[in-house]
């Protein structure tokens, strides 16, 4: 089946002929002809399987070639990395057409995005707290709105956006087309769309008698020691067919921690985690996308953006709280009918969660196998050739951590860094002796100096603090005077050195 046979007008499937997107996954093929009639639809459909096009090329096609100038169209998304990732691919879709998308979320300037508004874009794509700010502030104008979309809307349950939801769908024009789209149905998605949707037709992309995980992911699951995990991993990147992998971290701290420990390895590693601004985060996302690194590390909050096609391997590097946040982890890998693998690490401390894991997605593996760095098993499993170490030949810490230079400029800055080292090191010890720093060696030197040139006949250690303490009082005065004696002399240098 082509998309052209599900009635999607030809300018639209030629834009998609470009990236080479010709046949439509089973949630398009059942969408798009319901929801180019105007039916409301809630889409149930695992993670990548296509959902975006699914509602996107309708919603599309139904503004018309050349649509009027204001925003008709409403995607409501629960992360940033998920609005930047529908937006290209409403772009693409749109790409012979007038219409034009706009991207609202928080982390980026205002400017940028009032400005797309007031040129007139047509179709928003955005997170629900800047959504409702922008309105508020009368920016952004929802009340000629045809089309909403909800997607990822388990997702948006999760992160505490229901109420959120509620007042956009009170901003909107109650007569519009509205599709729903959520891997899972709680109830209380379920009494939302019960409560904003029209009759809507419920939608699974899936047999019913289809396992909770997808079949074309392996899952390999492994009891492992936190300080051997890194080990582990780096071990984990140098399988037979590893393409791009996708590594979880419950928190930032850990993402910061591994994606530093990963470069260190030789690995090419970035890190998408809240302690990063949004352009960085985007930067290190189309990094990975352009394939410029094939390893990212995530948490959560980001795991929803991460759209590519061609991830082969994710790594838990901890445990998920819960099923559905396993489940969409896993469905990094083995998007668009490819295989892939999922590697969970389960501490001694999280055991309990995983029994609540493996009973809720039917694994049958209660006890995860102990694994390490050295476990044949661990080579065997996952197609690692035997003897691989974890640190790519080749590799050092100057070259990693310097390592980001596309040109090979990195291993002669960090053969400088390396030949400089002693007299840096010298440098900053002159520097911190200067300044009154805590340098042990060279403050057991001075002692040493001073109980050299110390007279058999000194005074006291009263009488010596007394005196030390006049000659302080009148080095002080002498340097704000701006004196020209050997003393104010020599302590020029280190008011130069302090300012430094």
Excluded: C
């Excluded at 997107?21 to 039916?39: D, K, R, S, V, Y």
């Excluded at 039917?362 to 996952?382: A, C, K, M, N, R």
């Amino acid at each position: 089946m082509t998309f052209a046979e599900l009635s999607i007008e030809q300018d639209i499937v030629d834009a998609l002929a470009t990236k080479g997107i010709i046949e439509p996954f089973p949630i398009q093929q059942q969408t798009i002809p319901l929801a180019l009639t105007g039916q409301d639809i809630i889409g149930q459909a695992k993670t990548g399987t296509g959902k975006t096009f699914g509602f996107g090329l309708p919603l599309i096609q139904r503004l018309g070639a050349d649509p009027e100038h204001g925003v008709k169209a409403l995607v409501v998304v629960p992360t940033r990395e998920l609005a930047v990732q529908v937006t290209e691919d409403l772009e693409l879709a749109a790409s012979n057409r007038s219409t034009t998308v706009v991207s609202i979320y928080g982390g980026k300037a205002y400017e940028g995005q009032i400005e797309q508004l007031k040129a007139g874009a047509q179709i928003v794509v955005g997170t629900p707290g800047r959504l409702i700010d922008l309105q508020r502030q009368r920016l952004l104008d929802l009340s000629h709105v045809q089309e909403v979309v909800l997607d990822e809307a388990d997702r948006m349950l999760d992160l505490g956006f229901l109420s959120d939801i509620e007042r956009i769908f009170q901003a909107v024009p109650a007569v519009r087309h509205t599709m729903l789209f959520s891997a899972t149905m709680p109830a209380p998605i379920v009494a939302l769309a019960r409560r904003f949707m029209s009759r809507p037709v419920h939608i699974r992309a899936t047999d019913p008698d289809e396992g909770l995980t997808q079949a074309n992911i392996k899952h390999v699951i492994y009891r492992a020691h936190s300080l051997d995990k890194d080990e582990v991993i780096a071990r984990i990147l140098q399988a037979e067919g590893r393409g791009k992998t996708v590594i979880f971290t419950r928190t930032k701290r850990a993402a910061a921690k591994l994606v530093e420990e990963l470069k260190d390895r030789g690995f090419n590693a970035a890190a998408v985690h809240g302690d990063l601004n949004q352009e960085q985060r985007e930067r290190a996302m189309a990094a990975f996308k352009a394939g410029k690194r094939d390893v990212l590390i995530a948490t959560d909050v980001a795991a929803r953006g991460i759209d590519v096609d061609d991830v082969t391997h994710v790594i838990n590097h901890t445990i998920p709280d819960d099923p559905d946040t396993y489940l969409h982890r896993a469905g990094r890998t083995g998007r668009a009918g490819k295989t892939g693998i999922a590697v969970t690490f389960v501490d001694w401390d999280d055991l309990h969660k995983w029994t609540l894991i493996d009973k809720a997605l039917q694994f049958g593996i209660p006890e995860p196998v102990e694994t390490y760095s050295s476990s044949p098993h661990l080579f065997t499993d996952l197609d690692i050739p035997a003897g691989t170490k974890g640190r790519l030949p080749g590799s050092s810490a100057h070259a990693a951590s310097a390592g980001t230079d596309d040109k090979g400029g990195d291993r002669q800055r960090g053969g400088q860094q390396g030949e400089g080292r002693s007299g840096g090191s010298r440098s900053r010890s002159r520097s911190r002796t200067r300044s009154g720093g805590s340098d042990r060696s060279t403050t057991n030197g001075s002692a040493e100096q001073a109980a050299a040139s110390t007279p058999a006949d000194a005074p006291s250690a009263e009488a010596g603090s007394a005196d030390g303490a006049a000659k302080r009082r009148r080095r002080r005065r002498r340097r704000s005077g701006g004196g020209g004696s050997a003393e104010a002399t020599a302590s020029a240098p280190r008011a130069a050195g302090e300012g430094e």
